[in-house]
């Protein structure tokens, strides 16, 4: 095992969680804003990637691809906000569990009868493809390098956003006291739309820019969906801060534990047996994780104490 | 609109008469599904104690009707190999008997249910939600990388396990077993939510503090509601396998965990039979939309976001004159 391939994998862990940051940022602004659990932000990471996937497929440009990423997932998330979502804010989780658990489905099989079962593909961008290499002779692709510069970008920007401007004054003070500012003037039922809407475009972001390493399909936002609520879990419902650090340690985990814990049981078992049971133990590492933040610490990391 | 005891019984007869007509028209599809209908509502029994009783929105359920599955695929597939079983300290043979599966499935249910229970209840709310979906993604994963037991692709098993005095390969009589089952809990429900226990889960869903205030620990009645609720739906997710002969990780699915939450709401949470009820809805929507279209998925969840909307209680609370449980 080599220092290069060490260092390929970390950045390989960094790109996932960087990925994961986009989906729990969204999440959690809803949660911590809102109060809303939202089951169906994986489907807005899937309109993303097919939105994106049909427009590079159209004009063939990556640029406009991820644009009409943006604009889909964002139009799909104001939509529902204003349609379904702004019922459930006075109910309790299990009617927002349950509704949005319809709104998966429909999207689901809404994408399915218009795109077909068939998975389709998005093709990294000539000007980002092959690899580059980086201080050292590492050997790295420019694509997913690319990602972990977007993904660290984006969380700039949101911190810029709440930290900086007068929409991120609103969103804090809409955690703290939602009556309260309602009262000073604040237009509550937009400013609502507004995140729930930047929420589903993040995610609808990090389904386009992933969907051109995996194939854009039916069903790909669940599981990251899952794994952005252990992020929240271990980061603490409501905080920004820690989505991003839970995302990078979720992220790292999950890569590295795939690669070393196989390695790790080699030095005292035989082959077959370390490989099944490194990766079986690799496969729950993220679980185990998060199961040893609940013991420490019931709220998250940065999670405001209950 | 009548009392929700009559309500109850009429819904009991009807899962038994159906399957019975079938019988005689030499229809057995129908009793097929009938008990399906029966095996599915008895894991929605389970998650009913823990959600409409306990107050607990686990979203992780399918964890325990796998683990009820794979209590039935190890120990038949064990069996039907003439394999012996290691459990690392020692080795037993494999069985083609209900019984003991029915047992092995609920103690392998209860332990999990245990771990499970013991870390998601150090939070509620939203987090329990979370962490109950989390498990859930965990044992899926682990179901598909352990490849002794087939991996992605589940196990078969070639024939029905044995129940003693019964021919389970004939449908009625598997039909009959799992609607015996399905009776039998039920009636256990019923008793558990008169007693002691039952009445002081109830306070700990609707005012913790006071229950707490009584000397008794909320958290810890949920914990026993939890394990309980997990054993009902272990033991559905052996039947279950019996039925379609068939494990796989999909069992473990979020899907499934949805699914069997959805059995609950659309019957009327906490309500006792409305478990069977959402569940009977369900395979017969499935049935007679998905004859009709691919995509019935797209009506079904429209039908839900009618429920939520405008019928809070589900089907039963919309039928019964009495006030629901969780009202």
Redesign the interface.
Known sequence: MSTVLIIEQILNGLQFGVMLFLMAAGLTLI?GVMGL?N?AHGSFYMIGAFAAAAVAALTGSFVLALVAALIAAALAGALVEMT?IR??YA?D???Q???T??????F???T??IFGSFPLFLDIPEFLSGPITLPGGIAYPLYRLALIIVGLLVAVFLWALIEKTRLGIQIRAGENDREMIAALGVDISRLYTMVFALGAALAGLAGALVGAIQSVQVGMG??VL??A??V??IGG?GSIKGAFIGALLVGLTDTLGGIFLPEVFKLFMEHSAAT?IG??LA??AI?IL??AV??LR???LFGAS? | MMSERYLNAGVLIALLIVPIWAHLADAPYTITLATRVAILALAAVGLNIALGLGGLVSLGHAVFFGIGGYAMGVLAHHAQTYTALDLGIFTVDGTKSMPIIWLVAVGTSAVAAVIIGALSLRTSGVYFIMITLAFGQMFYYFAISWSTYGGEDGLSIYLRNDFPGLNTLIPIQFFAICFAVLSLVLLLQAGVSRSAFGLALNAARQAPTRVEAVGLNPKRLQFVAFILSATITGLAGALFADLNRFVSPSMFSWQFSGEIMVFVILGGVGRLCGPVVGAAVFVLLEHVLGGLTEFWHIYLGLILLIIVQFARGGIVGLLATDRGQHG
């Open positions: 949660f659990i089951l379904v019922r459930l109910t989780h299990l009617d569990v349950l509704a658990f319809a709104l998966i489905l429909v689901s099989e809404g399915r009868w669940e599981p899952i794994l609520f252990v929240i879990v419902i099944t990766s079986s496969s729950m679980y998060m199961s609940l013991i019931p709220t998250g209950q």
